[in-house]
């Protein structure tokens, strides 16, 4: 049997024991938690890289010069300057 003044210093060492063992606990808890939000991260990363892409891609495409023509043409009503109607403004030399 132990001595009687072994006892005080055995039960600090039981809740230091303790202590730390819900400490890790709690900070394995915890990174698991960070863990999850930065695959959640991750994959909203990934869907907006897809998505910029995609808007990207479409931007480029609406950008054509053939789109934007047809567009004047049939949409808006608009047509092509007869050799006429064009007038050239030289701007004077400094």
């Not at 890289?49 to 567009?71: G, K, P, T």
Request: aromatic letters at 2%; hydrophobic letters at 45%.
């Amino acid at each position: 049997m132990r001595n009687r003044k072994d006892l005080p210093a055995m039960a600090i060492c039981l809740c230091c024991s303790l202590l730390l063992l819900v400490l890790s606990l709690l900070c394995g808890v915890r990174l698991t938690a960070v863990n999850d939000l930065a695959a959640e991260r991750m994959r909203r990363a990934e869907q907006l890289r897809q998505e910029n892409a995609r808007l990207r891609a479409r931007c480029e495409s609406s950008l054509s010069l053939e789109e934007i023509e047809s567009y004047a043409v049939h949409e808006l009503g608009m047509q092509r300057l007869s050799a006429e109607q064009i007038v050239v403004v030289e701007e004077p030399i400094r």
